[in-house]
C-alpha cells in the first residue's frame, strides 16, 4: 500500500527532485504540496513547484497550498546566491493554474484530523508551517504519523553560517517548537550525512544527462546553479538532501544507521543562530528524534536514477528544457 504523505516545501532544486520522488514513486500517496518561505521568492517557488508537476506529467493532479510568507518572528533569509530562481531558467505558461484557496496551515491540520495516524509529512524547507500546525491545533502533533525533517547538522558543520543549516536557521523558533513538541520525527542532518553519501559528482551528473529524458533533462537544469555554488565552497557535486528525505520515508531499507538523539535549536545566539544542538545520550536529555546517520549511497542514486529514467511526457511545453 502506498505511503499517504504531504510534501512542505520550499521549491528549488533539490526540492523539485522530491517533489518528483513523491509525484512518480509507485510508493508514494501524495496527497498535497505545501509552501513554505525559504529558498527563492514565494510566488517563484510556487511556479517552480507546477513546473515539476508538468514535467512529471501530473498538472493539476496535486493540489497546491499557500503557506506561511516569512518566518515566526524573523525576516525571511534566501537562498538566492546558492540556487539562483531554483529552477535553472526554466518556464511554462501557467495560465488557468490555482493553488487552493485554503491556507496551507489550515490544510495540514484539516488533513491530518481527517486521517489521523496517517498521514506523514515530508518537511524540507523551514518548519514555519508546522509550526503553526502545532499553534493552531495542538492535536496535530498525535493526528501526525511521522515528520521527516529535512535540517540541521549533526554536530557538524552548517552551510548558511559555520554553525548553522539553511532551513533551521531561516526560522529556528519554528524548528525548537516542532522538535519540542512531541512528534514522531526522523532528521536527515547536511551534515555529516549530505556532505558524505548524497554528492552526486560529475561522472554521477553526466550519467544521468545521458538518460536522455524530459526528468533527467530538468534535474540537470534545475541543478545546475547549485552545482556551481557547491564548487565555490568545495563540494564537488550536486547535493540531495530534499530528494532523500523523501525517499527514506518510502524506502527505509535505505537506512543503514539510525540513531535516537534529543535535538534542540539555539534561537539566541549570535553566531550560533540555528545550531542544532544533538545530544546523543550522555547528557541527561531524553530523545524526541530519530537522527539518520548512515545511508546506502549507491542505492539511493541508483534510485533517483531509475525515477529519472521514466518516460514522462509534460502536460504543457517548458521553455529551456
Known amino acids: 500500500m502506498a505511503t499517504p504523505l504531504i510534501i512542505d516545501t520550499d521549491t528549488a532544486q533539490d526540492d523539485c527532485v522530491a517533489l518528483l520522488v513523491g509525484l512518480l ?6 496527497r498535497a504540496i505545501t509552501m513554505v ?14 513546473l515539476t508537476s508538468n514535467v512529471a506529467g501530473r498538472l493539476g493532479e496535486v493540489p497546491v497550498y499557500l503557506g506561511c510568507r516569512g518566518p515566526l518572528v524573523r525576516e525571511w533569509v534566501s537562498a538566492e546566491n546558492v540556487h539562483g530562481d531554483g529552477s535553472g531558467g526554466l518556464d511554462m505558461d501557467v495560465s488557468g493554474l490555482a493553488t487552493e484557496s485554503e491556507h496551507a496551515v489550515d490544510a ?19 518548519l514555519t508551517n508546522i509550526a503553526m500546525a502545532l499553534a493552531k491545533d495542538p492535536s496535530f502533533v498525535d493526528n501526525v504519523k511521522s515528520l521527516y525533517v529535512m535540517g540541521g547538522s549533526n554536530n557538524g558543520r552548517g552551510n548558511i553560517t559555520a554553525a548553522a543549516e539553511f532551513n533551521f536557521y531561516v526560522d529556528p523558533e519554528a524548528a525548537k517548537s516542532v522538535f519540542a513538541a512531541g512528534f514522531d520525527v526522523t532528521v536527515v542532518p547536511w ?34 546553479a547549485t552545482l556551481e555554488f557547491d564548487r565555490t565552497v568545495g563540494i ?31 534561537t539566541a545566539g549570535e553566531l550560533t543562530r540555528g545550531y542544532s544542538a544533538m545530544s546523543w545520550g550522555v547528557h541527561g536529555l531524553e530523545a524526541n528524534a530519530r537522527v539518520v546517520e548512515e545511508i546506502d549511497a549507491e542505492a539511493f542514486y541508483e534510485y533517483l536514477v531509475a525515477l529519472l529514467s521514466r518516460p514522462t511526457e509534460p502536460n504543457r511545453p517548458i521553455r529551456g528544457l
Not at 202 to 223: K, M, N, S, Y
Request: proline share 8%; charged share 25%.
Open 37 to 50: 518561505a525559504g529558498n527563492v521568492g514565494f510566488e517563484r517557488q510556487v511556479r517552480n513547484a507546477f
Open 236 to 266: 564537488e557535486g550536486t547535493t540531495h538532501p530534499d530528494s532523500l528525505t523523501a525517499a527514506l520515508l518510502l524506502h527505509p531499507e535505505l537506512v543503514r544507521k539510525v540513531s535516537p538523539y534529543h535535538v534542540d535549536v539555539e
Open 191 to 224: 551534515d555529516p550525512l549530505t556532505l558524505r553519501r548524497a554528492v552526486f559528482d560529475q561522472e554521477r551528473l553526466d550519467r544521468i544527462a545521458a538518460l536522455g529524458t524530459p526528468l533527467a533533462a530538468f534535474f540537470t537544469r534545475v541543478c545546475a
Open 25 to 30: 514513486d509507485p510508493e508514494a500517496d501524495l
Open 108 to 126: 495540514l491540520v484539516r488533513m491530518a484530523a481527517e486521517h489521523p495516524g496517517e498521514l506523514s509529512i515530508v518537511a524540507i524547507g523551514p
